[in-house]
């Protein structure tokens, strides 16, 4: 997230920055600076979807998905998660096998499900990786344990450095 103000950003973006009109999208999406607003948040990704930006099919899959400010479509949703899973967003792959395990929208297919987790998990190291099925796919927010545990890991790797080297910056 930049330090541009939202009269910065609002300018980028009327002048072609579809990096900033992102961003817009997701101040509106998470309440930065400005009160949520999940509608402005999905014009904002949509326009950046259209030029290209692969994290705003994630973020117009979750608000498919949880029903922020439009009718909950999952198969709306799916569509989002499997542009943006393509371009190896594991967030939205966490997503598409959430659908298939539950049956949102589509026929519950464990088999998906699992191939799914099994491709996020030979990824980098994530939050639940030990999980069953159920339990990995009940989690309300994935990225946001995923992005606790991995700064759980930083702070656990600088203090190692920091007993090894006595430095607290590596």
């Known amino acids: 997230m930049s330090t541009k103000t939202m009269k910065e950003l609002e300018e980028l973006a009327g002048n072609g920055d579809f990096g900033a009109v992102f961003e817009l999208g997701q101040r509106y999406y998470n309440g930065i600076g400005v009160n949520i607003d999940y509608a402005k948040a999905r014009e904002y990704f949509e326009v950046?979807?259209?030029?290209?930006?692969?994290?705003?099919n994630y973020y117009l899959g979750k608000i498919y998905y949880n029903g922020n400010g439009v009718e909950t479509n999952h198969l709306k949703a799916k569509e989002y998660f499997e542009k943006s899973s393509k371009a190896d967003n594991v967030f939205s792959?966490?997503?598409l096998g959430k659908i298939y395990?539950?049956?949102d929208g589509v026929e519950k297919d464990y088999n998906k499900a699992?191939?799914?987790k099994t491709s996020i998990l030979n990824?980098?190291?994530?939050?639940?990786?030990?999980?069953g099925l159920e339990e990995f796919y009940s989690v309300p927010d994935f990225e946001v344990l995923t992005r606790g545990y991995v700064g759980e890991l930083q702070q656990k790797v600088l203090l190692e450095y920091k007993n090894l080297f006595g430095k607290e910056e590596i």
Do not use: F, H, V
């Not at 990824?123 to 999980?131: F, R, T």
């Open 123 to 131: 990824k980098p190291i994530y939050a639940n990786q030990d999980a």
């Open 48 to 56: 950046a979807a259209e030029n290209g930006s692969q994290a705003s």
């Open 101 to 103: 395990y539950w049956g």
């Open 114 to 116: 699992n191939e799914y």
């Open 93 to 95: 792959t966490y997503y």
